[in-house]
């Protein structure tokens, strides 16, 4: 319960950070955007990884205020990047509890002044499963407003395929254990394609997960996969970091 009570304060003394992870579209190899990455530097016990202190805001509440945090300085931060460069939130299935989550969103937006179409939501299959109907209606208030929805780790959770229609997405991030597992194992490879050609043929944007090998790129490039997003093409980096990147392309 120490790291619940440390974690309280980090949110509400701004000792949290976010790190930005290039999304690259991958026939030009150009930055779309960014996917926002939480980190939390302890004071006494260093960096600790939102694997550990996620799943423990979600169990203590905290996620809620945690989660505002994080859309708040993403768009804030986003709407000094170049305009065409979009930033992707991670939700947590928790935050959607909030029956004012999408007012929240958009308050945000207009606070920041970060337009609507720059905003990106990654979702779990986990939010799909709980209150299918108020998850529905929230995404489709947002998605109205020009919000993209993307969903993430696609391929390791429980959704059906169904959901792919039922739920308005513009994305679909292919799950980095495929990607590792496609240079050794063919029906890896076989999955790969197969959602490649799902995205193509619902109109919805594939990104393939976790590539760290020229290889896996090439491949995913002969395949004609809309983007990639790994080690490969960009770590997660600091803010600073992705204004001299920005700068850099000019
Ligand atoms: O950045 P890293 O690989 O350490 O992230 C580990 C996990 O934490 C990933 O599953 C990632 O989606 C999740 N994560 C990182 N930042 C956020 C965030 O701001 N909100 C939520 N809900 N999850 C996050
Ligand atoms: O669950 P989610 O996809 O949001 O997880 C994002 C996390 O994945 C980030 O915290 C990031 O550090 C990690 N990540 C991104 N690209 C790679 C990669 O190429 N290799 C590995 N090992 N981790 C990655
Ligand atoms: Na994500
Ligand atoms: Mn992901």
């Not at 109205?144 to 993430?152: K, V, W």
């Amino acid at each position: 319960r120490r790291l619940e009570r440390d974690l309280r304060h980090a949110v509400n003394n701004d000792q949290l950070e976010l790190h930005y992870q290039p999304l690259v579209d991958c026939a030009h190899l150009t930055v779309t955007g960014c996917e926002a990455l939480l980190r939390w530097h302890h004071p006494e016990r260093g960096p600790i990884s939102p694997c550990t202190f996620i799943p423990l805001a979600e169990e203590c509440g905290l996620i809620m205020q945690l989660g505002e945090w994080v859309l708040r300085t993403a768009c804030r931060e986003t709407a000094s990047w170049p305009d065409d460069k979009i930033v992707a939130v991670n939700l947590s299935p928790i935050q959607f509890r909030q029956s004012d989550l999408a007012d929240q969103i958009l308050g945000i937006l207009a606070e920041t002044g970060l337009a609507p179409h720059r905003l990106e939501l990654e979702i779990t299959e986990g939010v799909l499963i709980e209150d299918t109907e108020r998850v529905l209606a929230t995404l489709k208030a947002l998605k109205a407003h020009g919000i993209r929805i993307s969903l993430d780790d696609f391929g390791t959770g429980y959704s059906s395929l169904s959901y792919l229609h039922r739920f308005p997405f513009d994305k679909i991030k292919i799950d980095r254990s495929f990607i590792w597992a496609m240079e050794e194992n063919s029906d890896s490879m076989s999955i790969v394609r197969a959602v490649i050609a799902l995205g193509r043929s619902l109109r919805i944007t594939v990104t393939a997960e976790g590539v760290e090998t020229p290889t896996q790129l090439a491949w995913l490039q002969a395949e004609d996969c809309d983007q990639a997003q790994g080690y490969l093409l960009g770590k997660p980096m600091s803010r600073a970091d992705i204004a001299t990147l920005w700068a850099n392309a000019q």
